[in-house]
């Protein structure tokens, strides 16, 4: 009997494989381990090249670079205190004018808009601006009907894309609005999107003498005396003309700004009107003003861009909007 338990026993075993083997059990799918965030190209962190403040929108979009009258008549300006970039430079005389770089924005109008003068167009040209005027001297026409720089000037549309203010007289009346840039550019076929290389900026503390208010003084008269004064709530300067604060004229919001430089280059009058041209290339000494403290720098004519250096190396701009005030010799600059 037990011989045949043993054959039944057997023959189920061979019916099975014959050897005592567990089957395997279903393996579940390996469940994929969670990802680390990366980010994508589309997702990185960018940031507006002439301010180096974040954004979520487009960077690309092309430096626009107005003529802006300072005559005291033209007083107050529209849209000066939306622009990434300020250069303020003697014209004739004592009167400077405004080269306003604007890219991360746009406002609505912008002007008085006044005539070109050719070293202005080499600032403009530094950023690959589409450059915007309302006449020009000899030496500016020569050298834009070069045809090198893309440009607008109000000559050829006034009363079209230029338009005469009625509480202002001329030639402190002519004002275009972006919507009419931007039309001019697609009319004459210029770009409007551009790769703007970023400047370079800082995210430690600036160093130096601790400043309250620098002043310029291009004239003995008051119109012709800037000044810079220190705001420690916007951890910027606020900017005043003749004893008055830089607003502007459509919104009354004032001008702020988080690095002055003021610089010295050499002026030369070259003509009976009092032109001038004003060398750009060789570099020299300045100042930078940066959230309250002010140091000595040295500038350098980078690719057509003015930029401040300390022993030789590059100093980084704070986050946020600057003005550059170009004069002939520092002893006119006092702060206190």
């Not at 004592?94 to 600032?123: C, N």
């Not at 894309?161 to 004459?188: D, M, W």
């Not at 050499?266 to 940066?290: A, E, K, M, P, W």
């Amino acid at each position: 009997m037990k011989h045949w338990l043993f054959v039944i026993s057997c023959a189920g075993l061979l019916l099975g494989g014959c050897t005592a083997k567990s089957e395997p059990k279903p393996t579940e799918p390996a469940k994929p381990s969670p990802e680390q965030p990366s980010e994508s190209p589309a997702e990185e962190k960018q940031m507006f090249p002439l301010t180096g403040l974040p954004t979520e929108g487009d960077i690309d979009q092309r430096v626009v670079s107005v003529m802006i009258n300072n005559h005291p008549k033209a007083r107050p300006q529209s849209g000066l205190h939306q622009a990434d970039i300020v250069y303020e430079v003697l014209a004739e005389g004592d009167i400077t004018r405004f080269l306003a770089l604007y890219q991360s924005e746009l406002p609505e109008r912008v002007g008085p808009v006044r005539s070109a003068r050719e070293y202005y167009i080499d600032l403009s040209d530094g950023y690959h601006a589409l450059y915007v005027c309302h006449g020009w001297s000899p030496e500016a026409k020569a050298r834009l009907e070069q045809g090198n720089t893309d440009y607008l000037n109000g000559l050829f549309y006034d009363g079209t894309l230029f338009q005469r203010v009625s509480f202002r007289k001329a030639p402190h009346n002519s004002y275009i609005t972006f919507a009419n840039i931007e039309k001019g550019a697609e009319q004459n076929g210029y770009v409007w999107t551009d790769d703007i290389d970023p400047l370079l900026f800082r995210d430690d503390e600036p160093s130096g003498e601790q400043v309250e208010t620098v002043r310029i003084t291009y004239s003995h008269r008051a119109y012709a005396q800037v000044e810079y004064r220190y705001a420690p709530e916007q951890k910027g300067y606020y900017r005043y003309s003749g004893g008055e604060q830089t607003v502007d004229y459509d919104t009354h919001e004032p001008v702020v700004v988080q690095n002055v430089m003021i610089i010295a280059a050499r002026h030369q009058v070259i003509d009976s009107y009092g032109r001038r041209d004003i060398d750009f290339t060789s570099g020299g000494q300045g100042y930078l003003l940066q959230n309250g403290v002010m140091q000595p720098i040295e500038w350098k004519n980078v690719d057509g861009r003015l930029l401040p250096y300390r022993d030789g190396v590059p100093v980084g701009f704070v986050p946020g909007k600057t003005w550059i005030n170009i004069v002939p010799e520092l002893t006119i600059v006092e702060s206190k």
